[in-house]
């Protein structure tokens, strides 16, 4: 999959778009595009984006701000230098996790308690219970919950800087010949809060600040050449990258309560920490990425072609241990000192399309892929690295990356009435790496389990309809049979248990999916609706816990007003003006949006969803100038 970004116009102008919204939201996007400076077409645009927002529930808001930029400067007629950089900036406090159990006796409103009344003698007061301590009480609105102790912490934040920047060259040598290379840089800070009452701070608070903050640095490069002879398109390229990446996780502490209630203390705030009492676990990983692939685009006919082409890849990862506190990893040893190396030297890709009448095509797809191992810090993905030393030294022998052979047709029709698409694929995937999670997850027991093989079988299909001038249908639906092939067996306490997993429908994958949509354009004006339908997700690998079905539909309306201001000197001025609002969840379905976050359970419940936004308002004012 890949990316691009626009290119600046070749005429001087702007952008100013505002949206105003539901929870005191407000978003700002704005961009300058410089025009061509000179005879050659050197041109720049610089955008800018911030949304500050409101929580929907719970306290406090969230924050984002965004800068890119990009510089073209054309080299005769067919190449070209660009370069580009992206900064981004994060500070939120984050939405509480959710469990089924939560998410049928809890409400729709449970959160973590920073920025409500009386929010920190709450959670305190909660963790004292939690921990059986005098002066503990529980919300009388978590008295029915399962786990009513995880169900809110005071505090979780998030905070994070991107910088991105590269610079890309794209010259044609030849009227034939066309080069194109890619030099990138990435640097990532993070941090990730969570006020915790599985430790007490140092003074007898009986939670503790716990801050996850891993960091990357990155460095690659892409470079390709393309070829073209007689009915042949042949590329060939290469991808370099090398990735530093910390996984550091420290403790605060927290203030006493009465301390707090007198004024003469502050609870720790997790968009501004300051110094730790405790490093609870550190790691670093060092990765190295070497991808070379050759294909060819051939057109026997033309509207025939069939494409050939391969790649390898090589990935090497290393960590280590930079330290390690007993206290919350439970362990002598976190994964440390040794590395993982995948290595596919071929992975063959076979397509091709027909266009056999006008507007209709038939196409099919073969391709082999790999998953190089992810890497992740101690207790936080599916990761090998992900655990105890031990638990890493008793599965490196038996680790394999995860890879699949995906098969796929296809047909698809194009006509002034209607756009039309079916698509079947299977796939059979090998070595599925998953993450199985118990216990709080604040501090989770994880397993990283080889679940096997998973086969998938699925059909998409999709037509847009337009059979009046400025109306237009569409809809889309599709169909997702993915169940493991085999059952895994556990080690416990208890021996050896089989777990039976084959036949069960991967979790998070919903069978059935579909969408559809109606617009009608009138004049300057359009209105707009859309509706999608989720199926039922499995929660946990046996599939006893579910995920609920659900609808959400959103409306809206846009009317351009640019008539309004062709007119005089203002319409040498702005180009293009509109209006528009729209109903997010008009239904306001309650529904679960995101899940797995923190692992999915063997079986049974686990606190690893995230509920979706309730109706929203929302409504824009966009000028180009």
């Known amino acids: 999959m890949q990316f691009v970004s626009r290119d600046p116009s070749h005429k001087a102008g702007g952008t100013v778009r505002q949206t105003f919204g539901s929870n005191s939201m407000f978003h700002t996007f704005v961009r300058a595009d410089s025009g061509d400076l000179n005879k050659q077409g050197t041109r720049f645009y610089v955008s800018y984006m911030r949304n500050d927002t409101d929580k929907w529930r719970g306290g406090q808001n969230q924050f984002m701000q965004q800068v890119n930029a990009k510089l073209l400067h054309p080299i005769g007629e067919q190449s070209k230098l660009t370069a580009f950089f992206n900064y981004a900036d994060e500070e939120m406090q984050n939405y509480q996790d959710y469990s089924m159990n939560m998410f049928r006796h809890g409400g729709y409103h449970i959160d973590n308690l920073a920025g409500t009344p009386n929010g920190y003698e709450t959670a305190y007061r909660l963790a004292l219970a939690s921990n059986g301590m005098p002066g503990g009480s529980v919300p009388a609105a978590y008295q029915n919950l399962s786990s009513p102790y995880t169900a809110s912490f005071y505090d979780g934040a998030g905070n994070q800087r991107q910088y991105f920047g590269g610079v890309n060259a794209d010259f044609a040598l030849t009227d034939r010949l066309r080069w194109n290379s890619t030099f990138y840089g990435h640097r990532s800070w993070e941090v990730g809060t969570v006020t915790s009452p599985l430790i007490s701070s140092p003074n007898g608070a009986p939670f503790v600040e716990q801050a996850t903050m891993p960091s990357t640095n990155r460095f690659g490069l892409l470079s390709s050449l393309t070829y073209t002879i007689a009915k042949n398109e042949i590329n060939g390229g290469v991808w370099y990258e090398n990735t530093k990446f910390v996984a550091d996780k420290r403790a605060y502490e927290e203030p006493l309560l009465e301390d707090v209630l ?97 507007g209709h095509q038939f196409y099919f797809d073969v391709a082999n892929n790999v998953k190089v191992l992810p ?100 809809s889309s639906i599709s169909y997702n049979h993915a169940t493991y092939s085999d059952n895994v067996t556990e080690t416990t306490s208890s021996g050896n248990v089989t777990d039976g997993l084959k036949g069960k429908q991967v979790v998070a994958y919903p069978r059935l999916m579909y969408k559809g949509q109606i617009s009608y354009k009138w004049r300057d004006a359009e209105i707009h609706a859309d509706t999608q339908y989720i199926g039922t997700r499995n929660l946990s690998y046996t599939g006893d816990e579910k995920v609920p079905a659900y609808w959400l539909t959103n409306v809206g309306a846009r009317y351009d007003l640019t ?56 409504g824009t004012v966009q000028i180009d100038f």
Do not use: C
Request: glycine share 10%; charged share 10%; hydrophobic share 35%.
């Open 262 to 358: 007198s004024g003469n203390a502050r609870p720790v705030d997790g968009m501004h920490l300051t110094s730790p009492y405790q490093r609870e676990y550190e790691q670093v990983f060092n990765t190295n990425t070497f991808v070379a692939y050759l294909q060819d685009t051939y057109h026997p006919l033309s509207n025939l072609a069939f494409h050939f082409g391969f790649r390898s890849v090589l990935n090497t990862t290393r960590v280590g241990q930079l330290a390690n506190w007993t206290t919350y990893t439970r362990t002598d040893a976190i994964a440390g000192g040794d590395g993982i190396t995948t290595s596919k030297p071929f992975l063959p890709h076979i397509s091709g399309q027909w266009s056999f009448l006008p």
């Open 375 to 474: 890497v992740a810090g101690y207790n936080s993905g599916a990761s090998p690295f992900a655990t105890t030393q031990a638990a890493f030294d008793a599965s490196k022998a038996g680790l394999t990356s995860e890879t699949d052979w995906n098969y796929a047709v296809g047909y698809r029709y194009t006509s002034h009435l209607i756009t039309g698409n079916v698509y079947a694929y299977h796939t059979d995937f090998s070595n599925r790496l998953q993450q199985i999670s118990t216990g709080n997850p604040n501090n989770p027991y994880t397993v990283i389990k080889n679940v096997g093989g998973v086969s998938m079988n699925g059909v998409d299909a999709g037509f847009v309809l337009r059979p009046l001038e400025g109306l237009q249908l569409a």
């Open 563 to 618: 008539p309004l201001f062709n007119q005089g000197k203002v319409g040498n001025i702005i180009k293009h003006a509109s209006l528009s609002f729209n109903v997010y969840n008009i239904t306001n379905e309650h529904y679960i949006s995101t899940m797995g976050q923190n692992g999915f359970p063997m079986s049974g419940d686990y606190q690893s969803v995230v509920l979706g936004a309730p109706r929203q308002y929302f």
